[in-house]
Each structure stands twice: as structure tokens, then as C-alpha cells.
């Protein structure tokens, strides 16, 4: 199983990032996939989840801002962030959990000043 995220950077407080996370080696099309993320300093944190029906839970410092979709035909899953605050500076990975255990992808900067 492979998760590799890209699409990090740095920006500026209320521009937005997509980030996205390939999939291989799962049945994409039927894992609920889920994003999280780590600040310097801090515990990580569960940013959010999609399921394959689409469903989709977001922490409440997110609502609003951030949007998970998913392009199954891809494996591919996004992570569109709006108004982006310096309180979402972090490392974000992806994550599944495939047959029991929990498989994370290598994680992407995203620094956000203000």
C-alpha cells in the first residue's frame, strides 16, 4: 500500500492550496480515506474523512474552509483549502486503514503566514 501526497507550500494568510494523495496497492474505490495533520509542537490531528459513498466528516476549525473529494477512477484523493489561516500550518497526510492496519502517506508541508 502506497499513499503519496503533494501539492504544499507556503502562502499567505486566506489564499488557498489543493493538496492530493495517490492511492495504490487498496481497493480505492470502496476505502474511506481521511486526511490529518501536525503542527510543530502538536499531536496530529484529524482533519477529516471521505467515504466511498462521498460522505465526508470535517473537524470544526475546518468547516467551511476545506473541501476532501475524491476521484476514484484516479485514486486519487483531494484536499481543497480555502481561507487559509496560520493556524493551519502543518504537515498533512493521508490515510487509510486497509485490512486492519493503518497506512499513512509521507506527509506535505503546508505553511501558511500571515
Known amino acids: 500500500v502506497q499513499l503519496q501526497a503533494c501539492g504544499g507550500g507556503s502562502v499567505q494568510t486566506r489564499e488557498s492550496l489543493r493538496l492530493s494523495c495517490k492511492a495504490s496497492?487498496?481497493?480505492?474505490?470502496?476505502?474511506?480515506m481521511g486526511w490529518y495533520r501536525q503542527a510543530p509542537g502538536k499531536q496530529r490531528e484529524l482533519v477529516g474523512t471521505?467515504?466511498?459513498?462521498?460522505?465526508?466528516n470535517y473537524a470544526d476549525s475546518v468547516k467551511g474552509r476545506f473541501t476532501f473529494s475524491r476521484d476514484n477512477a484516479r485514486r486519487t484523493l483531494y484536499l481543497q483549502m480555502n481561507s487559509l489561516k496560520p493556524d493551519d500550518t502543518a504537515v498533512y497526510y493521508c490515510?487509510?486503514?486497509?485490512?486492519?492496519?493503518?497506512?499513512w502517506g509521507q506527509g506535505t508541508q503546508v505553511t501558511v503566514s500571515s
Open positions: 471521505i467515504g466511498s459513498s462521498h460522505t465526508t
Open positions: 496497492g487498496i481497493n480505492f474505490s470502496i476505502n474511506t
Open positions: 490515510s487509510t486503514r486497509f485490512r486492519g492496519r493503518d497506512y
